[in-house]
């Protein structure tokens, strides 16, 4: 192994246990709302890569991206998107049901996958298939257990899929797209926190609560700098790998950190996961090499 993929090695996997621990980070903000949050964590990102892009000199080419009406209209609809993704990711650690993002997070390639065949109409073999049909069984099988449908395993992986297959409709530089669609998002989480603050409700103020908000831009841009840098390094095989360490933790942190219940049906369904992953992954390997 020479020194880059040493680098890169380095970086995808620090990359994937930074998002992998996230649910620590935002079980120690206590007594604040998931929404009041996510309007934290959106508008510190949006200074943190104002910041950034200033520095690398790139805030004109934000200019120029916001002049095209298509382009700004795109990255409202993709700000959307991502900000229900952090908001259920949120919501739901709060909620103690880090074990449904686990699941949600490892569903997500197999997400992606079948709304690239449905929307993009790209053709599925036989092998994805029996993967997408497991993956469906695994879905019943926590419906059958909770009675309805496991909305945080379902809305996480479609809403981070919708939003990477609308991303690839424009191409945009990372951190120049996430700065859009958080500076265009960000108004509302303002106006929100404003009103909190006029009610006397704000979480925001000098103490922990405090400086973790503030932090929680931070958390969110770092990981996105070094997977950014992992990808100059790594084949995107290694990448696919590297990124079931994030829901392995998240799980491996519900059970033995809360003590979240991982019950017959939920194991099941983990169990059914990995099998469909793992005949994806071979199937993709197969393809590569045939």
Do not use: C
Not at 4 to 17: P, R
Not at 119 to 130: A, G, S
Not at 199 to 228: A, D, E, M, R
Not at 255 to 275: A, H
């Amino acid at each position: 192994m020479n020194q880059n993929d040493k680098t890169g090695l380095f970086l995808g996997i620090s990359t994937f246990v930074m998002w992998g621990i996230f649910p620590i980070f935002f079980k120690f903000i206590d007594g604040v709302s998931a929404t009041e949050i996510l309007a934290h964590r959106i508008i510190w990102s949006a200074l943190i890569l104002f910041a950034l892009l200033n520095l690398q000199g790139k805030l004109s080419n934000v200019k120029r991206l916001l002049r095209i009406k298509k382009v700004a209209l795109t990255l409202l609809t993709t700000g959307v998107l991502i900000a229900l993704n952090w908001g259920i990711f949120i919501y739901a650690v709060g909620k103690n049901q880090i074990l449904e993002t686990s699941l949600g997070y490892f569903i997500n390639p197999l997400i992606s996958i079948l709304l690239g065949a449905i929307v993009l109409k790209e053709r599925l073999n036989l092998v994805l298939k029996i993967s997408l049909f497991i993956v469906f069984i695994a879905i019943a099988l926590q419906v059958y257990a909770l009675g309805n449908l496991p909305f945080i395993s379902l809305i996480l992986p479609l809403s981070f899929g919708l939003y990477g297959l609308i991303r690839k409709k424009v191409s945009i530089p990372t951190f120049e797209g996430l700065f859009i669609e958080t500076l265009l998002i960000a108004p509302i989480a303002l106006v929100y926190l404003g009103y909190l603050l006029y009610l006397g409700k704000s979480g925001f103020g000098f103490s922990l609560n405090g400086i973790l908000l503030i932090l929680s831009g931070l958390v969110t841009i770092v990981p996105l700098l070094t997977f950014n840098a992992s990808t100059k390094y790594l084949r995107l095989s290694t990448i696919g790998f590297l990124q079931y360490i994030s829901p392995t933790l998240s799980l491996l942190i519900a059970v033995f950190m809360y003590n979240e219940s991982l019950d017959i049906y939920k194991l099941t369904s983990f169990i059914l996961i990995w099998i469909s992953l793992g005949i994806a992954g071979i199937n993709g390997i197969w393809r590569k090499h045939g």
